[in-house]
């Protein structure tokens, strides 16, 4: 298949039905662009995977709340286009915010016990605006299935439960995060840091690393796993904690013990930069 770009959503939802038609297995890696390592592991998996594959772009706008960075959020749609082309991608689609959310669009899916807490309880509207768009997505390109980060670790969670609950028949696969050599989580906001908000970011991974290691050595109570993540990364002067919690890894309940496989999932502000990081913790 030759390279191709595609804006309308019409025309996408066409060529996935005749991709289908077709008996190809179609692979989707739903993206905002602004691509780094951990995306190009996502299209990698995907083109290991599927016969075609589609990369979206598509900057949501109804996943950002009112006072978020929708109207500064990194975009680069040339150099995306150039590396998804050099992971042997078929099909970019790149739509614009009116295509996708028509006048009168008011349609959204709600995941609701396991898009409360966390990311959900500090970006009201968050995962709703999450949901809708990959719902759309979906049904747009018609994927057999489809690739997204381990960093999004609630999303993932919210995603898994969307398809299950609504029986989209899409398989959904979960990617490792991917770090920079010194250990931060890629992604496309470390691009808002300054060097120095750079390296305190550094103490997320560091936080996490900690408790880990805690809990690699005895340690299963919650708030003292919590407190030694919390207190390393409290240390930088730039970090504001949004939240900081360990929780059961399926249903991302509160825990008091890790009896179960558990979560520590973090949201911290370095200076106005507002990074996500997660590591599962498995007695
Ligand atoms: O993880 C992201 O980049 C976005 O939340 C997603 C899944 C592409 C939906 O807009």
Do not use: W
Request: contains cysteine; glycine residues 8%; proline residues 6%.
């Amino acid at each position: 298949m030759n390279f191709e770009i595609i804006r309308d959503p019409r025309l996408m939802r066409a060529r996935g039905e005749d991709l289908r038609r077709d008996g190809r297995r179609v692979a989707v890696v739903p993206t905002m662009g602004y691509l780094h390592d951990g995306h190009l592991s996502l299209l990698r998996a995907a083109r290991a995977s599927a016969d075609v594959v589609i990369l979206t772009i598509f900057v949501n706008p109804t996943q950002f709340g009112p006072n978020e960075d929708l109207a500064r959020y990194p975009r680069d749609e040339d150099g995306d286009l150039a590396k998804a082309r050099g992971c042997g991608i078929d099909l970019a689609f790149c739509p614009d915010a009116a295509a996708m959310y028509p006048p009168g669009a008011q349609t959204f899916v709600e995941v609701r016990e396991l898009a409360r807490p966390l990311c959900g309880e500090k970006r009201p509207g968050h995962f709703a605006g999450v949901a809708t768009v990959v719902t759309k997505l979906f049904n747009l390109t018609q994927a057999n299935v489809a690739f997204f980060g381990a960093k999004d670790f609630q999303q993932l969670a919210v995603i898994r439960r969307l398809v299950r609950d609504l029986d989209l028949g899409v398989e959904i696969v979960g990617v490792p995060i991917v770090r920079e050599p010194d250990g931060l989580a890629m992604s496309s906001r470390n691009a808002y840091l300054s060097a120095d908000e750079r390296r305190q970011a550094l103490a997320l991974s560091a936080g996490l690393a900690a408790a880990e290691a805690a809990f690699a050595a005895g340690e299963r109570d919650v708030a003292a796993l919590v407190a030694t993540a919390g207190a390393l990364i409290a240390a930088q002067p730039a970090a504001r904690i949004d939240y900081l919690e360990l929780r059961d890894a399926d249903e991302l309940a509160p825990l008091e013990r890790v009896d179960r496989p558990a979560v520590m999932a973090l949201a911290v502000f370095i200076g106005k930069t507002r990074l996500i990081d997660n590591r599962v913790l498995r007695p």
